[in-house]
């Protein structure tokens, strides 16, 4: 079994990136009761930003936290006052126990967002950071998004710079299909002092149709 690095902060990042599809989430799974502490530590600024840019553009009653991790997305959303029902999907049982402690979900999955347990239609809004990156989910998770947005929803998401042309042909695809619409795209920014030469922007689209109705 592959160990855990220490060292300089960036090793658990290039621990978890130079992982493969069937050790990801056991990685996430050992790494879950530090994750935290890490990424306080790194002056990771994702979870926060997300937040306050899903308000500003409205959350609505349901918000779905695709890829919830330990749940830091959603402190920051109850911080930001969000008060309706928290939906937190995660493919790491060990990830989701620690979001659990967290006590602002009022639901966590055990799931891949690639394939969703939650009705078409079903939530207000969808939020995801750090999810859309190397070794981990690509734009093919897009349409699952949308699928459970119902029509006039909003999807925040983080996106790095340095994968964004890839992941904004699939949502560039949606968009000309009538799936959703670019809303906003953040200039690119330092979110993850750990990793400064990686910027990322805050994507924000909304969501047009029902479900599998998309042409």
Sequence with gaps: ????????????????????ASSLAERYD???STYDTDHDEWG????????ECLMLHGSGSVVLDAGCGTGQVGVALRSCGFEGDLIGVDF?????????RQGVYDQLVHATILDLPLAESSVDAVISTGVFTHGHVGGEAFSELVRVGGHGSVAVITVRQDIADDLMVDAET????GRWQLVERSKPQQLHPARDEVLQSLVVWRILTLGNEAT
Excluded at 174 to 177: G, N, Q, R, S, V
């Design 1 to 20: 079994m592959t160990s855990q690095r220490s060292g300089d902060k960036g090793d658990r990042l290039d621990w978890i990136f130079d992982s493969d």
């Design 44 to 51: 990771w600024r994702g979870p926060h930003a997300a937040a």
């Design 30 to 32: 050992r790494w879950a």
């Design 92 to 100: 790491s049982s060990g990830m989701l126990a620690t979001a659990a």
């Design 174 to 177: 949606l968009e000309a299909a």
